[in-house]
């Protein structure tokens, strides 16, 4: 490590800087066949690039591929538009191409340089509900060119114009999740050079103008009173998102949202405001310039233009006379170190309490390690013995590992982060209690606790406690003659069952039956962790519910029926309803066997997705698309599956779903 880190220090001694053309372009094509020659989309200039870099949004939107159960024929024919679409007189060679869904990215390098492009990985993060649904989310190439490290992203955040806070969020999770090669330490953190392009969703700000006044600007070709209020530009601002990315100057029309087939704003039912939806950003050091920023709105098939840049970058070429001689200076103080005295480091702390987490919502500490020694050192947080993880899966540690010079400190996060997988372990009196070991690379071991509790919550519970909880869970302490189950959950000891469902359940899914029927895209798209966590403390003390999207209690929903320990349909009873998925008689006879609670629950989640469904002339509800959602949600199976045998049991679960949301059943 030591070697690795002085010779990427000392890289300018031994490397001499290449140019580098990348063209990149992003464009939403709204699900439509490619009927239009792509030509002046990939050649913007008569200069060929040496790298190109497509991504597409929206490439299909039919149900069997936003639930993930199908391979998609349109990015075969958009592959088969682009490859006849590029500049004239090079020859291209398809580096690589990764699909999420509608989500596709390919890139294209010229064969000429082929042979200096090594380790190229692909990567992917689903930010649809749970991670369930790929229609929203990232992919990325990574690759070198050379010794330049580029990823480029392409993705599609959370749409409509009060999501900001979900978009954001959406970012930061591609951008910290994103792992190529399935290794942890294969990040975007790691590259030189990362271009983000995609549908970004960003809008006009609508707090200062109307949606009427942006319609008027724009029309009137007046875009710089209308980027004042881009929300990109504000959140970038207040450094909420993509800090230390660069945008060149935005000199075109709002890319979105257009009547397609032509050049004229929305005129529909919606009448959706123009925006800049479609952008491309770059974090890099070795960016010279950007030489073309420009949409190209000669291109009418979708609702969206599509937009490109050309980026002028250094790769660093090695020269292997210099760097021996580097390495060979290396070696020589390797040994000096190797002599000297064990790394020395101190700790500011060595217990962290976290009071009074809330599901869902995370609570950060920092710890300082300072190298006292003399020499730089490596630290990284090992398992303890006999574990195979080095913490619990409710605690995230960053950085995991790293490299302090003598005298200086390196602050370590801790963050606390209780989704549905870290309920599962957290035990029955709701405290968080975690060892963790700091190890210094030929050196010694520290250790750290980390200690706190989780706020009680419905979300988590078992069915058959919750149905017998007559008052709000935060507020069970104030009774005075209670029952006690092990979990310490207050139960009303008059009635073994005192409620037909939950009332939890009942309080979101009224309010979804009294506000929802009508709405779009429910279910498919991600709410607020604001918003979410509003619902959780209204259901959890008898609270209003108050939002400001209803996708934020359509997600709330999901998450609360996911997060029981025993699914609403026992595991027990998992088998058999796979193997009668396409037996409605069958199925509803091993329904009836289920404990009542259980099977209230499933049939009232069934009978309001049925009443849904009676609305989709006006919401566009799909039966496929709801029963593959809930079938992963109300049927689970005990241990994890994985490859085919995942994707055999989701469609039959979702299957199951589907029997009961197209058949009336009320047994």
């Known amino acids: 490590w030591y070697q690795r880190r002085v010779r990427d220090q000392r890289k300018n001694e031994y490397t ?39 991504g597409f949004q929206e490439l299909d939107l039919s149900p069997e591929t936003l639930l993930l159960m199908n391979d998609s024929s349109k990015e075969i024919m958009w592959i088969e538009k682009m490859k006849a679409g590029l500049p ?63 990823a480029v992203v392409n993705s599609h955040l959370a749409a409509h114009q009060e999501m900001v806070e979900r978009r954001n969020q959406d970012y930061r999770d591609i951008f910290t999740k994103m792992r190529f090669d399935n290794d942890d330490s294969n990040t975007l953190k790691n590259c030189d050079i990362v271009v983000w392009i995609g549908d970004l969703n960003y809008r006009v700000s609508e707090e200062e103008l109307t949606g009427e006044e942006i319609r008027n600007l724009a029309e009137k070709w007046e875009i710089g009173p209308l980027l004042r209020y881009d929300q990109l530009r504000e959140q970038r601002n207040k450094h909420l998102v993509f800090e230390e990315f660069v945008e060149d100057t935005i000199s075109f029309m709002p890319t979105y949202k257009y009547n397609p087939g032509t050049d004229k704003f929305d005129t529909s039912e919606k009448c959706r405001t123009p925006a800049w939806c479609d952008r491309i950003l770059w ?56 002599n000297d005295s064990l790394p020395q480091a101190a700790l500011n702390r060595t217990e962290l309490m976290f009071d009074g987490v809330k599901y869902l919502e995370a609570q950060e500490q920092p710890i300082t390690l300072q190298n006292t020694g003399t020499d730089l050192f490596e630290f990284e947080f090992i398992p303890k013995l006999e574990d195979r993880s080095i913490c619990a899966p409710w605690l995230q540690i960053e950085p995991q590992k790293g490299i302090v010079d003598p005298g200086n400190v390196m602050i370590i996060n801790f963050t606390v982060y209780i989704d549905n997988k870290g309920l599962k372990t957290i035990g029955e009196d709701r405290k968080l209690d975690e060892i963790l070991v700091l190890h210094l690379v030929n050196g010694k071991d520290y250790f750290i606790s980390v200690s706190g509790y989780l706020v009680q919550t419905s979300f988590g519970k078992k069915i058959t406690d919750l149905v017998r909880m007559t008052d709000p869970v935060r507020r069970q302490n104030l009774l005075v003659e209670i ?21 939890e359940l009942w309080r979101i899914v009224d309010y979804l039956y009294q506000n929802a029927l009508l709405e779009e895209e429910l279910f498919a798209v991600r709410g607020s962790p604001i918003d979410i966590g509003a619902v959780r403390d209204a259901v959890d003390t008898d ?95 005990q241990l994890p599956e994985a490859g085919n045998v995942a994707k055999s049991t989701s469609k039959k679960r979702s299957l199951f779903v589907y029997q009961f949301l197209t058949n009336d059943y009320d047994e």
């Open 16 to 54: 001499n800087l290449q140019p580098c053309r990348v063209l990149c372009v992003t464009w939403n094509v709204n699900g439509q066949l490619p009927t239009e020659d792509l030509d002046t989309l990939l050649s913007v200039d008569d200069r060929p690039a040496d790298v190109i870099c497509v």
């Open 88 to 150: 004239k007189g090079v020859n291209y060679k398809v580096l690589k191409h990764i699909r999420l869904v509608g989500i596709l990215l390919v890139v294209y390098v010229r064969e000429s340089m082929v042979h200096r492009v090594t380790d190229v990985f692909t990567g992917t993060v689903s930010t649809g509900i749970m991670g369930m649904l790929g229609n929203k989310g990232g992919v990325s190439i990574k690759l070198n060119i050379d010794m330049t490290t580029m």
């Open 283 to 338: 974090k890099s050091n070795t960016v010279l310039k950007c030489e073309d920023y420009r949409s190209h709105p000669i291109h009418k098939l979708s609702d969206h233009k599509p937009v490109s840049a050309v980026l002028l970058v250094q790769t660093r070429v090695v020269d292997v006379q210099k760097k021996q001689v580097i390495l060979d200076e290396i070696l020589k103080d390797l040994d000096r170190i190797a």
């Open 543 to 637: 609270g209003p519910i108050r939002v400001s999207s209803i996708h934020s209690v359509a997600e709330s929903l999901i998450l609360f029926l996911d997060s029981f320990p025993e699914p609403v349909i026992p595991y027990e009873h998992y088998p058999v309803c796979l193997e009668h998925c396409t037996h409605f008689a069958n199925s509803k006879r091993t329904l009836r066997s289920i404990d009542s609670s259980h099977r209230n629950v499933f049939k009232y989640v069934c009978a309001f997705l049925r009443e849904i469904l009676a609305h989709s002339e006006r919401n566009r509800s799909n039966a496929k698309f709801l029963s593959q959602v809930f079938g992963d949600v109300l049927l689970k199976p």
């Open 483 to 503: 029952d006690q189950n092990a979990d310490g959950i207050v139960l009303d000891k008059e009635s073994p069952v005192a409620l037909n469902i939950p009332k």
